[in-house]
Structure formats: structure tokens, C-alpha cells
């Protein structure tokens, strides 16, 4: 019997949350086309007969002193840290930088067993990607598709190799430990991501205020905040008649009924939280591991 603790790290975008999603089996990532959609390390479990792997979704790394970028950056080391095995996912599409560079040499730094993720195989690119990977050695090097399941069986079939003897840390139908509160914040704020203008995703996050189960378990009642940093975003957040707001609560309550198999009513309101991104007793809330 085999577990190992994997840490997936790349830049933003590289196709990591999907990644975990497609080897667990469920939603356990929030999807979205925006750079840094994940926020904090996102834990999913996926077992198969004598193997358990417990993944670590980081935040995507880039280049910034920002007081935010920072604490995404602790998630991602705490990760590197923990883990047993790294996953480096590269989007095989688009051409490595300065950030890729960063990313890749903390994997040589690490000294952990890793696989390199060449990911988006399913897409054409015309990236050269040996010169940049041969500073990693002789560590494993995958064309795989998050998205449509290319090279996911390889993949399984090499992190066993690396994977040490030990004893499974979750039963085998567990595919994420996310606490309920999380796990509906993360459903809303992806909704919100995916229908507002660029600037906004990152000036929000969202306040779960009460969650009841009422008529006997039967519904589960959710009274949330949208939280941005400006009074100006409340109007674009809310749209025209609310008309915004209605789409993202709709949406949320229907992806929240299928996480939670029965019926969801979510009230959902917008707040302004003033450079909340600066603030330390917020960003202590919503990264609670960094005060560790």
C-alpha cells in the first residue's frame, strides 16, 4: 500500500486546478480563464486499489511584492514543504520566462521526486521545451491533457513509482477534505469570476455569514457576501436591476446542489471591504494556515 502527499505547482493558468479535478473525479478546483483563480492550497484525494495521492492545489506563482502575491506565495512553499512528490505542470503552449524560470528552480531546489506536466497536449505548440527542462535532470517528463484525459494513465502509472509505502490517510471515497464554508466560497467566487470584467476577480472574495440546514436537512440555507474593495464594483457586481447578482446566485445554488446533493437557497449580497488585499486580519481569515 502506497501514499503520497503531491504538491502541483506552475504559474498561472498552467491547467492545475483542472488537472486535480480530472484525477480525482470531481470538482474539488474552481475553474476559470483568470490568472490566479486559486487562492489557497486546495486539497484533493483520489485512490485507486492500493494507492492514495492527497494533491496539493497551489496558487499559481508570478512575479509580485504585493502584500496578497505574498501570502500566495507561502501557500505554494508550505506545499512544497509538505509534500512527498511535485507535480510541475507547464501550459506546453506558451513560451517560459522569467516566472517559469522561478517555478522551475524551485522544483531543482526542492529536491523532492517530481514529474514535469506538459500540459494542453491536445492543443498544437511550437514550444522547445528540452533546453529550459534539462536543468531538472532526469526527472519524468509527461504530454498530458487536464482537460480531455491524455496521458492521465501514465501519469498514475509513474507517481506509483515515486510514491512511498504508507498507510492511506482518508477511506477510499473521500476525493477532498474542504470544510463546507470553503467549499461554498470557492463555488460563488468562481461564479462571479467568470461574469465580470477583468479587473474585478481580484478585487473580490466572498463571507459566508450563516449556513442551516432547514426542513429537516432537506435544504441547506446560505445567507454570503461578495466582498470588493470599492464602492464603484458594487454596481457592476449587482448589474442592471440585479440582474448580475441574480446570474452568479443562480449558478452558485445550482453547482452547490449537485457538491451537496440536495436543495440550496443562497441569499447573496455584495459588501465593500476597503484594500482588504493590504488588510492583515482579512488576509489572516482567508489564509488561515499562514499564521501557523
Keep these: ?3 503520497a502527499l503531491v504538491a502541483i505547482i506552475g504559474r498561472p493558468s498552467a491547467g492545475k486546478s483542472t488537472l486535480v479535478n480530472s ?3 470531481h470538482k474539488v478546483s474552481i475553474v476559470s480563464p483568470t490568472p490566479q483563480t486559486t487562492r489557497r492550497c486546495v486539497r484533493g484525494i483520489a485512490t485507486r486499489s492500493d494507492l492514495q495521492l492527497v494533491f496539493l492545489d497551489t496558487p499559481g506563482l508570478y512575479l509580485s511584492q504585493s502584500t496578497l502575491n505574498l501570502y500566495l506565495r507561502s501557500e505554494a512553499a508550505r506545499a512544497l514543504n509538505d509534500a512527498d512528490v511535485l507535480f510541475y505542470v507547464l501550459d506546453r503552449t506558451r513560451p517560459p520566462g522569467e516566472e517559469e524560470k522561478q517555478v ?4 531543482l531546489k526542492s529536491g523532492k521526486p517530481s514529474i514535469v506536466i506538459l500540459n494542453k497536449g491536445d492543443l498544437p505548440s511550437q514550444v522547445d ?5 534539462d536543468a531538472l535532470g532526469r526527472v519524468p517528463r509527461l504530454l498530458v491533457s487536464a482537460l480531455t484525459g491524455q496521458g492521465l494513465e501514465e501519469l498514475w502509472e509513474t ?4 510514491a512511498p509505502e504508507a498507510p492511506f490517510w482518508y477511506p477510499p471515497e473521500y476525493y477532498t477534505d474542504q470544510d463546507p464554508e470553503f467549499r461554498i466560497a470557492e463555488i460563488i467566487r468562481e461564479q462571479a469570476i467568470l461574469r465580470l470584467r477583468e479587473e474585478i476577480p481580484h ?3 466572498v463571507q459566508i455569514s450563516d449556513l442551516e440546514n432547514r426542513q429537516n436537512g432537506e435544504l441547506l440555507w446560505i ?3 461578495i466582498m470588493v474593495e470599492r464602492e464603484s464594483q458594487v454596481g457592476i457586481v449587482v448589474g442592471r ?3 448580475q447578482i441574480k446570474e452568479i446566485r443562480m449558478a452558485s445554488q445550482s453547482e452547490l446542489e449537485q457538491v451537496f446533493e440536495r436543495k440550496v437557497y443562497l441569499d447573496l449580497r455584495v459588501r465593500v471591504s476597503q484594500n482588504w488585499k493590504t488588510d492583515a486580519r482579512i488576509l489572516s481569515r482567508l489564509f488561515p494556515e499562514s499564521r501557523d
Excluded at 129 to 133: E, I, M, P, R, S
Excluded at 159 to 162: E, H, I, R, T
Design 1 to 3: 500500500m502506497k501514499a
Design 23 to 25: 484525477l480525482c473525479g
Design 104 to 107: 522551475r528552480d524551485l522544483v
Design 129 to 133: 521545451w528540452d533546453n529550459f527542462l
Design 159 to 162: 507517481v506509483a513509482k515515486l
Design 203 to 205: 478585487s473580490l472574495y
Design 223 to 225: 445567507r454570503a457576501f
Design 241 to 243: 436591476a440585479g440582474a
